[in-house]
C-alpha cells in the first residue's frame, strides 16, 4: 500500500491558497515523492513556497489540459493532480490508494454522471458536494485525480479535437480513453460524513473558493464549452455509467439543448442583473422538480 506518489499543482490566478494547499499535501498521512508545480503564467508565486516543490513556468495561459503534460515528469508509482482551489482532507492518498485496490480506475472527488443525451447537463454530483458513503462508479471526476503513472500514455494516446478548448474537456478526454484503451472506470472514493480527513475536498474551502469569480465554472461561456467537449465524446461512443432509463429517471423531463449555452438569451438577460438573477433562481427551481430546461 505504501507505494509512491507525484503531486501536480496547478498555480493561475489562485496563488494566495498555494500555501493552504501545500500544507494539506505536506500533513497527508502517506508523504508524496515530489511535488510538481506547473505555473500557468497569471501571478507570481511566494519564492518561499517555490522551495518547497519543482516549478515550471510558462509565458502564457495554456489552459488546463498542460499540466497532465507537465505529468509527465513525475517520478511516483501514483499522480494525485489537484485543482488550485482543492484542499484536501489529510488521509485523501490514503483512501485513494484503499479505493485502488478494490476499484482500479481513475479516482476524483467529484463525480459527475451525465444523465441526458447531446448535452451536459443535467448530471448528477457524487463526491465532496453531495458526500457517499461507498466506492461509487462515475462517469467522469475533478477538481482532484488520482491514477497510476503509466496511464498518462493512455491520456496522450488519442489527441483531442484541433479546435479543442484549452480550458475544458480534459476530465472528460482522461476517463474516455482509459475506457477505450484500457477498459478503466472511473470512480470517487468513500467521502463519509463522519470523517472529513479522507475526503479529497474539505468543503470549507471547496465552497468557498470554487465559487469565486475567477473559477473557470464561473465563466458565462463555459457551460457552452462544456456541452461541445460533452458532444464530442459522446459521438465517439463514451459509455455512460447509467442505462437510459436510470438516466431518464434521475433527470425527469429534459427540454432543448439548454437554455445556459443559448448565447443570445445570455445577451438579453445578463446586463439586467436583477432580471438574471431572477431567470436562474427559476430554472434552479425548475431542476429541483426534474424540469430541465
Known amino acids: 500500500m505504501w507505494e509512491n506518489i507525484s503531486v501536480v499543482l496547478n498555480a493561475y490566478r489562485r496563488t494566495k491558497y498555494l500555501s493552504k494547499q501545500l500544507q494539506a499535501i505536506e500533513l497527508q498521512t502517506i508523504k508524496p515523492t515530489e511535488i510538481l508545480l506547473w505555473h500557468n503564467a497569471g501571478e507570481d508565486i511566494d519564492p518561499r513556497l517555490c522551495r518547497r516543490v519543482v516549478v515550471a513556468s510558462c509565458n502564457h495561459n495554456l489552459g488546463v489540459w498542460a499540466r497532465f503534460a507537465y505529468a509527465l515528469n513525475a517520478k511516483g508509482d501514483y499522480i494525485c493532480l489537484l485543482d488550485d482551489d482543492t484542499i484536501p482532507g489529510i488521509r485523501w492518498f490514503e483512501n485513494c490508494l484503499r479505493t485502488m485496490k478494490t476499484h482500479e480506475g481513475l479516482l476524483g472527488t467529484r463525480g459527475v454522471r451525465f444523465l441526458a443525451k447531446g448535452r451536459y447537463t443535467p448530471i448528477e454530483d457524487v463526491g465532496w458536494r ?32 484541433d479546435k479543442h478548448s484549452l480550458f475544458v474537456g480534459e476530465d472528460m478526454h482522461f476517463s474516455y480513453t482509459l475506457q477505450k484503451f484500457l477498459g478503466l472506470s472511473t470512480y470517487v472514493p468513500p ?103
Do not use: C
Not at 133 to 141: G, W
Not at 235 to 243: I, V
Open 130 to 161: 453531495f458526500p457517499n458513503e461507498q466506492v461509487e462508479r462515475v462517469d467522469i471526476v475533478g477538481h482532484s485525480w488520482f491514477f497510476k503513472r503509466e496511464w498518462l500514455s493512455t491520456f496522450w494516446r488519442e489527441l483531442p479535437p
Open 191 to 293: 467521502h463519509p460524513k463522519s470523517d472529513l480527513e479522507l475526503w479529497g475536498s474539505l468543503p470549507e474551502f471547496g465552497n468557498k473558493f470554487g465559487q469565486e469569480g475567477i473559477a473557470i465554472s464561473m465563466q458565462p461561456e463555459t457551460i457552452t464549452r462544456f456541452n461541445e467537449a460533452w458532444k464530442y465524446y459522446e459521438a465517439r461512443g463514451f459509455k455512460l455509467t447509467l442505462n437510459a432509463l436510470d438516466r431518464s429517471r434521475k433527470a425527469g423531463f429534459t427540454i432543448g439543448s439548454g437554455v445556459q449555452q443559448n448565447s443570445k438569451l445570455r445577451s438579453i438577460l445578463e446586463p439586467h442583473p436583477r432580471i438574471f438573477k431572477y431567470a436562474k433562481a427559476f430554472r434552479k427551481f425548475l431542476t429541483r422538480i426534474k424540469v430541465n430546461i
